[in-house]
């Protein structure tokens, strides 16, 4: 028997949590400083939140062979205008997938990522852009339980109206 989930599905779930997310904040704003690395390179929840964002642009960049940006231009700690961030990312991923030949998609290219090469195929790092994500989510949900937030519940697939 072979199982799959598809991109699709997948967008929809991540989408699904931003939103959550997203709403969350907007009622707890004072979470967006929960410590993660304090001194680290990503020391608060939302220096994460950024992270998410920019890897996916990042990632979107390289796909399109474009210039990759070393920033967003946000300070990690006013949500509402990381989640806009995040929200036009996500329309151009949408799109760049819309648009993908399934021969295109499953071809091989070499991507530079900290100084190396590493080849794959688009289908990859696409799918890799949301399980990173996915990822981060859960840090975040950590960040903030271990500052005293109770964060937005039933995030497993399991509860997601993305799959059947």
Known sequence: MSLSITFDE???YTGAERDKWRGWFLTHPGAIDAPVQPGGRLPTVGKLIDHIFLVERRHLQRLAGEPVADRTGLTGTNAPP???YGAS???ELEQYAADLGEEEADQIRTFEVRD???PMTPRKLLF???VHEMRHWAQVALAVRLAGFEPPGDHDLFFSQ???
Request: proline share 0%; no cysteine.
């Open 89 to 91: 990312v996500r329309r």
């Open 128 to 130: 890799h852009i949301l």
């Open 10 to 12: 997948l967008l929809r």
């Open 82 to 84: 990381l989640f806009d």
């Open 116 to 118: 190396k090469q590493w």
């Open 162 to 164: 993305a799959l059947r």
